[in-house]
């Protein structure tokens, strides 16, 4: 009858330590999937990020762009506008 006693509280031992393993398995499988979820949420916002910055460096070039033909106008009005002081001066001279 000792040993039945005994056999059956090492079951019983046994069955408590099995069903702790599997808390901590299932445990441990949430905080994963958490995880795996948390980490597709930052790639997702990585992509979206990444894609901002591709935008943001083609309006950069963009404005890179423009600015030089600003600058290229300006030159060319200084350019005329110099022209047009010595042409002043130089009508300004025969007066």
Do not use: P
Request: charged letters at 45%.
């Amino acid at each position: 009858m000792e040993k039945e006693k005994s056999f059956e509280e090492c079951k019983e031992k046994l069955l408590q330590s099995i069903g702790e393993f599997m808390e901590a398995v299932n445990r441990f499988q949430k905080a994963l999937n958490d995880a795996h979820w948390y980490l597709g949420e930052e790639k997702s916002k990585n992509a979206e990020l990444q894609q901002k910055i591709v935008t943001l460096e083609e309006r950069v070039k963009e404005l890179e762009r423009e600015c030089d033909c600003l600058r290229k106008a300006r030159d060319e009005a200084n350019w005329y506008l110099g022209e047009e002081r010595a042409r002043r001066e130089g009508l300004e001279k025969r007066t």
